[in-house]
């Protein structure tokens, strides 16, 4: 066969124009000059000698020869013809192609050529390959037909590139995925194990596919690229086809290799986080399986399909299951950004835990914050009223004192509600008789009640109970006792209101005087209706106009003056009109409509009580409303019983009283005070319960008002000649200065004033000290000795009056110049701090350093100091120093630990208490 041929021909097979490849043939000095010039098969290779010539000049000027050498290496492993000396055409097909603007495009492909190589470890087919190359470099003027090629290759290489980090990008994540899904596979481990297991294959093979599915496409295409562009003529193509099929053996092969040993790594990996992570809820684990599964099978994460514009199946159920997550992230959106500001309710005392609830913060912060301020608590521990109101403020929420809902409240709702449900019945009037002076209130109850009281059958005498009923044709009355608006007002201002009418005694012979006024604006202000009796009508002198037109200028009209006041003219002597009064009573009532349940546990008011001989304490009880039955357990005030035993006015036993009638009854702890409320209640222990907090309530509020024994009173007192004596109680270090003192403080005592020493002895101030002088009314005094915590908590809650003294002399003449009433300025010692000594650490240096634990206060390292032993002074000085770890600080808060140094003392022992404590001047305010 011929290798010679046309011009035309070899622009045809090289795909350019006749015109160029006849220049370029003129510029490698060869004859022709038509198209229908016959070019030899020398002529082609001096052509493309020229043309490699042309090639190295342009690219650097270098040689050809020298230049092969090194192509020749880069391209050896890949293209065949590149082997040989007939292998160099294929560069100056690049050359050719590359100038120019060509000449990017064909740096690309070496790179890509390269890049190949690089994954080509062996080219065993190498050699033969190379034996077309003579034909290859025969066909180096056919060059230009690869550039379109090269360039159409460049775009798909870069997709093929993205196919195959793609790829890699699938693996990672299926990695990622299979770790997270290891995490959750804690109680179903073997099972998840199993699955992993399986999950990891198919992603191996998953991934395999994916590399296949890359590289096929990629490597191939890249490499026609790549063998288009560095061969010339169509004779490379079976080589090409072999390379291509190699490369597409190879590649996957190493790939494939690298996937491998991912998968084991991430198997091994994923089988360790499963044995370390069992604990985790199989529920999760369950619902994350379900998703393992999606994945494995769509083998394109959420992530990823997004990325590829692609919406998987599962992808679209993933994204449903964040629909709550979204809707809290709304919420949150949404959350407002100003503090929220909460008003929280304090009670007396409250848990950290439970002070934190209510102000919706972790308890943990609580700790936190109380521990910064130097208090060490645990979330169980109870913080007061005052502290936790501050730490409610400190948090920036608003704090309310809490209004306890204590066993009386509960009481009185749980009687509310019985009241409520019971039916209520009409009830009998209860009537309280006012009037001036002498004008006869007592005459007309006596009246009464010994006309209509039905006398008992012993000795038919009626008792003075402080109240007694009547029966008339008409109706039931029950008369207070007790007349005058003193006790009527005494009784409401407990919050007593018994009283349904008032009977109004105006002595006709004497009119409205000035306690008939009293009388009447005490009754307006209660808006009790009042009904007059116009008494001592008996008497010639009486007056009965006069008197109904005084009481018109105060307001109080008569029925036949056009008013709406019943007047009825009596006389408590004869008993004349009694009878009428008894009916206006009644008529008033009606008028009223008094009613009230009695089938429902008694509700009454305390009318009069006393502690009798032999039947203990008394009450006469006014029933309001249901009944008071024998028996029944009550609390009245701050005192309770069982009802033991009760009697009508007439001394007879009763075994019930119902509404407004008055009963005498046995069985309370103690006298209650008349206006006390009684109440039934069906639990004796409910009752203590109840009593003992009134009785609290009512010993602080006592202490509130009066305040206890305080030397600055009592001597203010002396000056107002209101109290003669000074009680003491005095504690001392030592027998010699309890007597020495003890003696002094008996000197200062004179005629106006005694000085009288209660108790005294040599030791700290205890709590039955403490209590002594509640009960005497004595100041405490301490001559170098402390009271004890206990001493302390009854001083504080009780103000006692309690004072240190150091110096025998300073003592005396505080209580002489009190009595005197000649207080200097008063120079008043506040303990602000108190360590107790755990350890003592000796130091050539500092001497003997006392670790210390703040028990109370602050520790300060400027204020003078004591250092007590057994609650007795036995050093007072200064601090050397105080520190915490090593650093010297100022203060030490309470609850913190540091090192004390004391001036000039070293005796210092565990156990051993030291007292930080300022002076306070203040001018005495006589
Ligand atoms: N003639 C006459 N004397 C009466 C009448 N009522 C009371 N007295 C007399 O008036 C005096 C005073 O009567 P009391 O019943 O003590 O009057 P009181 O309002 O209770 O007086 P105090 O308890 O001091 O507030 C007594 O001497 C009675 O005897 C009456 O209706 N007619």
């Excluded at 409401?492 to 004497?510: E, F, M, S």
């Excluded at 001497?847 to 109370?856: L, R, T």
């Excluded at 050397?880 to 770890?885: A, C, F, Q």
Aim: with cysteine; hydrophobic share 35%.
């Amino acid at each position: 066969m011929s290798s010679d041929v046309t011009v035309k021909q070899l622009a045809t097979t090289v795909n350019i124009p006749v015109e160029r490849l006849l220049a370029q043939l003129n510029e490698a000095g060869i004859q022709a000059d038509a198209a229908e010039a016959t070019i030899t098969e020398q002529e082609k290779l001096q052509l493309l000698n020229y043309l490699r010539r042309s090639s190295a000049k342009k690219e650097g000027g270098e040689e050809p020869a020298k230049r092969a050498a090194p192509t020749q290496r880069r391209d050896a492993p890949t293209d065949p013809r590149s082997r040989g000396p007939q292998s160099r055409p294929s560069r100056p097909s690049l050359s050719t192609r590359g100038g120019g603007t060509q000449r990017g495009q064909k740096t690309v492909s070496v790179e890509v050529r390269r890049k190949r190589t690089q994954l080509r470890r062996e080219e065993p087919k190498a050699p033969a390959i190379s034996e077309p190359l003579p034909t290859a470099a025969a066909e180096a003027p056919e060059q230009p037909a690869p550039e379109p090629a090269a360039a159409k290759q460049a775009p798909q290489r870069g997709v093929s590139d993205e196919q195959r980090r793609r790829a890699e990008l699938e693996a990672r994540r299926a990695e990622e995925d299979a770790r997270r899904l290891a995490e959750q596979e804690e109680q179903e481990r073997l099972r998840a194990e199993e699955e992993a297991r399986r999950r990891a294959e198919d992603e191996a093979r998953k991934r395999r596919e994916a590399d296949v599915a890359a590289h096929p496409q990629g490597m191939p295409t890249e490499e026609a690229a790549a063998e288009v562009t560095a061969a010339v003529g169509e004779q490379p193509a079976a080589a090409e086809a072999e390379t291509a099929a190699e490369a597409e053996a190879q590649a996957p092969a190493s790939t494939e290799a690298e996937t491998q040993e991912r998968h084991r790594k991430h198997v091994k990996k994923h089988e360790e986080r499963t044995d370390r992570e069992k604990d985790k809820p199989a529920k999760k684990a369950g619902k994350k399986d379900a998703g393992k599964a999606r994945r494995a099978g769509g083998g394109v994460d959420d992530d990823d399909a997004a990325a590829l514009g692609v919406i998987s199946r599962p992808s679209v159920r993933r994204r449903k299951k964040p629909g709550k997550p979204q809707l809290a992230e709304k919420h949150q959106f949404q959350r407002p950004t100003a503090p929220v500001v909460r008003e929280v309710e304090v009670p007396e005392s409250i848990s950290v835990a439970d002070l934190a609830q209510r102000m919706s913060v972790k308890a943990a912060d609580l700790v936190k914050i109380l521990f910064k301020q130097g208090m060490m608590v645990t979330i169980n521990q109870m913080l007061d009223r005052d502290t936790a109101m501050l730490l409610v403020e400190e948090m920036g929420h608003r704090a309310v004192e809490a209004k306890e809902k204590d066993a009386e409240d509960s009481l009185m709702e749980l009687l509310g509600e019985e009241t409520e449900q019971a039916e209520s019945l009409p009830r009998p009037p209860v009537v309280t008789i006012m009037g001036h002076v002498d004008h006869g209130k007592t005459s007309l109850l006596d009246y009464i009640r010994r006309t209509r009281v039905t006398a008992g059958e012993a000795g038919g005498i009626t008792q003075h109970i402080g109240a007694y009923h009547v029966e008339t044709d008409k109706g039931i009355i029950s008369f207070l006792d007790t007349p005058g608006h003193a006790a009527f007002s005494a009784m409401r201002a407990r919050g007593a209101k018994v009283t349904d009418i008032v009977i109004l005694v105006v002595a006709a012979d004497d009119g409205v005087m000035p306690q008939t006024i009293e009388a009447i604006q005490h009754a307006k202000a209660s808006g009790v209706p009042v009904v007059v009796a116009i008494n001592k009508m008996d008497k010639p002198e009486a007056n009965p106009d006069r008197v109904l037109q005084e009481l018109t200028q105060h307001e109080v009209v008569a029925e036949e003056w056009g008013g709406d006041t019943i007047m009825v003219k009596v006389s408590a002597k004869s008993g004349e009109g009694i009878d009428d009064l008894l009916d206006a009573v009644l008529l008033q009532a009606e008028v009223l409509e008094l009613r009230a349940p009695a089938d429902s546990p008694a509700h009454g008011t305390i009318v009069e009580s006393s502690v009798e001989k032999g039947r203990g304490p008394v009450a006469t009880v006014l029933v309001q409303s249901g009944t008071l039955r024998q028996g029944d357990t009550i609390v009245s005030g701050s005192e309770y019983g069982r009802v033991r035993a009760m009697f009508n006015e007439t001394g007879q036993p009763v075994q019930d009283a119902g509404p407004s009638i008055p009963v005498q009854v046995l069985g309370l702890s103690a006298a209650p005070n008349a206006g006390d409320d009684v109440i039934a209640v069906t639990d004796e222990r409910k009752a203590r319960e109840v009593a003992e907090l009134r009785a609290e309530r009512d010993r602080q509020l006592r202490i509130d008002q009066q305040g206890a024994a305080n030397l600055e009173q009592l001597f203010s007192q002396f000056k107002e000649g209101e109290t003669k004596s000074v009680n003491i109680i005095l504690k001392a270090d030592v027998q010699g200065s309890v007597e020495a003192l003890r003696e002094a403080l008996m000197k200062l005592s004179n005629d106006e004033v005694k000085v009288a020493v209660v108790a005294s002895g040599v030791g700290g101030i205890t709590e039955s000290d403490a209590n002594l002088a509640v009960t005497s009314n004595a100041i405490l005094l301490g001559f170098n000795v402390r009271a004890d915590a206990a001493a302390r908590r009854v001083v504080e809650s009780h103000g006692l009056d309690l004072r240190y003294y150091s110096i025998i002399y300073e003592l005396i003449d505080d209580v002489k110049q009190a009595i005197s009433g000649m207080l200097s300025p008063i120079v008043t010692e506040e303990i602000i701090g108190l360590a107790e000594v755990r350890d003592v650490f000796r130091s050539s240096k500092f001497g003997a350093i006392a670790g210390c634990m703040v028990v109370d206060g602050t520790i300060k390292r400027n204020n003078p100091i004591r250092v007590l032993r057994n609650n007795v002074v036995v050093y007072e000085g200064a601090l050397e120093s105080l520190r915490r770890y090593k650093d010297d600080v100022a203060e030490v808060k309470a609850g913190t630990e540091c090192g004390i140094g004391v001036k000039n003392y070293n005796d210092v022992q565990p156990g051993d208490q030291i007292e930080v404590f300022e002076r306070t001047e203040r001018a005495r305010e006589l």
